[in-house]
């Protein structure tokens, strides 16, 4: 491990100095490094060589590039990017102290109904914020929403589409890259190449409905079994059947967020990278539960 990080710290050059890591997963290495120019603490993000693999690295500087024009109180923002001289491709985004809502749910389950509701809402307004601006997420799921003083902040806006290919539409082998399974849409799940805002309202859905039962609404002993019941599923299950503390309103939002819809077609290519079809607002849930007129995206 230690020469490993002599390894990458070499490669890295002097702008970053590497202090720890921070944790590892499907997509990435995390470390805790300091800025040199600035004199900060930062979290960098080394992406797995076979991630990037024939995806040319100005396109992969340039989506990431792109999502760090968002300036939003509940994103983190995306500080700079690059690759190294070895040839992996990294970003930095500022150090936040707290904890990711996966780690919270593994340590307390189910969340309280309110607390449930506060995290959703604020993800909400980071993604309204964010499809204004013809940016979509596509890896939307605990991992990626960050807790800290007592707020959520989405975090890795753009990686996905990074790392994707030019349709924006093929899985990896490791089911990683351009979605979680257990949070991906079925159109998402379907390699659709006009994935619109639906598909990060859906994740929020299901982020939801484990927030309030402990449990994503659909599991399996593979990626694959996730997927097929995501994609024959035609009734969201009901949070309220796991939970029957959540109000039939609160219900409603997390099943309208999920509500199953025809893909909206493989054939055509998606002939606008920056612009998204929005739903109407009225096709878009209010995760409030009832109890705010705050917009989902």
Do not use: C
């Not at 659709?192 to 002993?221: K, N, Q, S, W």
């Amino acid at each position: 491990m230690v020469e490993q990080l002599a390894d990458l710290q070499s490669a890295l050059g002097g702008e970053y100095v590497l202090v720890r890591e921070l944790g590892r997963g499907g997509m990435a290495v995390v470390y805790l490094a300091r800025d040199s120019k600035h004199d900060r603490l930062v979290a960098l993000k080394v992406m797995h060589g076979h991630l990037v693999w024939g995806k040319g690295p100005k396109r992969f500087v340039r989506e990431i590039g792109f999502a760090a024009t968002l300036n939003h109180p509940h994103i983190v923002p995306v500080l700079d990017s690059g690759e190294t001289s070895t040839g992996l491709r990294w970003f930095t985004m500022p150090y936040v102290e707290g904890e990711t809502l996966r780690a919270r749910l593994k340590r307390e389950g189910s969340l309280p109904i309110e607390q449930a509701l506060k995290i959703a809402r604020e993800a909400a307004d980071a993604l309204e914020y964010a499809h204004q601006r013809g940016v979509i997420h596509r890896d939307i799921k605990p991992e990626n929403i960050l807790l800290a003083g007592g707020h959520a902040l989405v975090a890795d806006f753009g990686v996905a589409r990074a790392l994707s290919t030019e349709d924006g539409g093929t899985l990896t082998a490791d089911w990683d890259v351009v979605g979680t399974p257990s949070y991906m849409s079925p159109e998402q799940a379907n390699a659709d190449r006009t994935i619109d805002t639906r598909t990060d309202i859906y994740a929020l859905g299901v982020v939801l409905y484990e927030m309030l039962t402990g449990a994503p609404p659909y599991t399996g002993t593979s990626p694959q079994m996730v997927m097929a019941k995501v994609m024959t599923s035609r009734t969201p299950p009901s949070a309220q059947r796991e939970r029957p503390s959540v109000t039939d309103a609160l219900d409603a939002v997390v099943g309208k967020a999920m509500a199953a819809r025809p893909p909206t077609g493989t054939g055509a290519p998606n002939r606008s990278r920056r612009r998204s079809r929005r739903p109407s607002a009225a096709s878009r849930p209010s995760f409030s539960g009832g109890a705010s007129s705050t917009p989902a995206p």
